[in-house]
């Protein structure tokens, strides 16, 4: 049995070991004790506080394997992603070369250093076990989040992103940080993805290029990597669409991955979800169903689980005995459902509309 929990001092070492094997590193997980502290505590007291609108509040959640008893993976939620930096991407734009005498017009693509992803709600920071990996268990981990933010609107912003890790090769090196940011910081990709991790990121404005990027002067191994998702991450691309995230302009000022955008409202997982009272039955009394995520109502205490969305004839959602005690609610009390699966329509194609 899985659930998706705030984090706890005492999965600082789950915490740690979740970090060192992310794959890739993670800018923001870094492998490293005392930033991992801190996130805990800063988590502890978000979760604590009260809110009335988003600001530097960040949620971190755990997934514990219950039968081994083990934390096996962990995601976060950044109530506003530049509530105490700027956080910096590059744009992609498009400019107009023309010249009336020449008879010349040229579309020219460009990157443009940006922050406007800095008021937007950042679901980030996940990192799960390899072999819970493509299961239920890490859809229940990425998709628990927005179970949450339905519950507390407040603290939230109404748009959400996600920024995914960017294409590395063979060697495990980024062509668009060898063709763009090396020339200005001379350090290593994961060095630099690192110090970003651990230190402010103040650096970044003071040392990349403030003017844009023209696309024609990087690599064509550069080229092909902007917007381009690092391989293992792929399947969470797909679902995240599916959810109905739309890929945006902007991509990862390191290695050009790319930055996806939701509005609250037109994701599945809102759209889809329901209030239901509680009906407990033992568990081999059950009738099948499909699966469901289900989330109490406690917001220090939060709870996420997987379990079968099955309804009686008054609109009852019916759990067993082992998930009532686990989400910490008793009959008749109400708990929010969504279906896990996500069915093909939910998806939209294209770019976030606000980017066109």
Not at 95 to 123: F, M
Not at 192 to 215: D, W
Request: one cysteine or more; glycine letters at 6%.
């Amino acid at each position: 049995m899985m659930v998706v929990r705030p984090v706890r001092p005492a999965d600082l070492p789950a915490l740690e070991r979740l970090a060192g094997t992310a794959t890739p590193s993670l800018t923001n997980l870094p492998a490293h004790r005392d930033r991992l502290e801190e996130r805990i505590a800063r988590s502890r007291h978000s979760f604590s506080r009260e809110v009335d609108f988003p600001g530097d509040e960040l949620y971190t959640f755990v997934l514990e394997d219950l039968e081994r008893g083990e934390v096996v993976g962990t995601a976060t939620i950044r109530a506003e992603a530049g509530a105490r930096e700027a956080y910096y991407t590059y744009r992609q734009e498009t400019l107009i070369h023309a010249s009336q005498q020449l008879n010349v017009r040229r579309e020219v693509q460009t990157l443009a250093l940006s922050h406007e992803v800095s008021e937007t709600t950042q679901l980030c920071a996940l990192s799960i076990e390899p072999r819970y990996r493509g299961t239920s268990a890490e859809s229940l981990l990425r998709r628990a989040r927005l179970m949450f933010i339905a519950q507390y609107p407040e603290r939230f912003a109404e748009v959400l992103a996600m920024a995914f890790p960017g294409y590395l090769d063979e060697q495990g090196e980024s062509p668009f940080w060898n063709s763009v940011g090396r020339h200005f910081f001379v350090r290593d990709y994961h060095d630099i993805n690192y110090l970003a991790g651990v230190r402010s990121k103040s650096f970044i404005a003071e040392v990349m290029p403030q003017f844009p990027l023209y696309l024609a002067l990087l690599t064509p191994q550069a080229r092909a990597a902007i917007g381009r998702e690092h391989p293992d991450h792929e399947a969470a691309m797909a679902e995240m669409l599916a959810e109905g995230f739309l890929r945006s302009r902007h991509v990862d000022i390191f290695d050009a991955g790319p930055v996806i955008k939701g509005e609250r409202d037109r994701l599945a997982s809102f759209r889809r979800a329901a209030w239901h009272p509680v009906r407990v039955r033992p568990a081999h009394l059950l009738p099948d169903a499909e699966p469901a995520m289900i989330a109490n109502q406690r917001l220090g205490d939060f709870r996420c689980v997987v379990a079968r969305y099955a309804l009686s004839p008054t609109g009852q959602l019916m759990l067993s005995t082992e998930h009532a005690e686990l989400l910490g609610v008793e009959e008749g009390r109400a708990v929010l459902v969504a279906p896990l699966a996500l069915a093909a329509e939910d998806a939209e194609l294209g770019y976030d509309e606000g980017e066109l």
